[in-house]
Nanobody, 112 residues
Framework: QLQLVESGGGLVQPGGSLRLSCAAS????????IGWFRQAPGKEREGVSC????????NYADSVKGRFTISRDSAKNTVYLQMNNLKPEDTAVYYC?????WGQGTQVTVSS
């Protein structure tokens, strides 16, 4: 059974950067589209970005376009989300998803 573990979250000031990782075990991510989602307190979970199995196609929510970059490293069985120019409204728990599997999430807090 595929297991996903997110890491890389933390507290950062506005304008700062973080790189989230989604590491998989118990299976390979290579054949799957992988998505990053986030959920802020009191809000529904929303899609942030996704990347195709080949890595050739990526999509971003309008709110993060030009600031976030998704990538994947098949050798490491890991997907990344590079987040630059972070804003307070990016504060949320970030989750990665592959088919029906979800990680436990990693907290990102953007605050001065």
């Amino acid at each position: 059974q595929l297991q996903l573990v997110e890491s890389g979250g933390g507290l950062v000031q506005p304008g700062g950067s973080l790189r989230l990782s989604c590491a998989a075990s118990g299976g390979t991510l290579a054949y799957h589209t992988i998505g990053w989602f986030r959920q802020a307190p009191g809000k529904e979970r929303e899609g942030v970005s996704c990347i195709s199995s080949s890595g050739g196609t990526t999509n971003y929510a309008d709110s993060v376009k030009g600031r976030f970059t998704i990538s994947r490293d098949s050798a490491k069985n890991t997907v990344y989300l590079q987040m630059n120019n972070l804003k307070p409204e990016d504060t949320a728990v970030y989750y990665c998803n592959a088919i029906q599997y979800w990680g436990q999430g990693t907290q990102v807090t953007v605050s001065s």
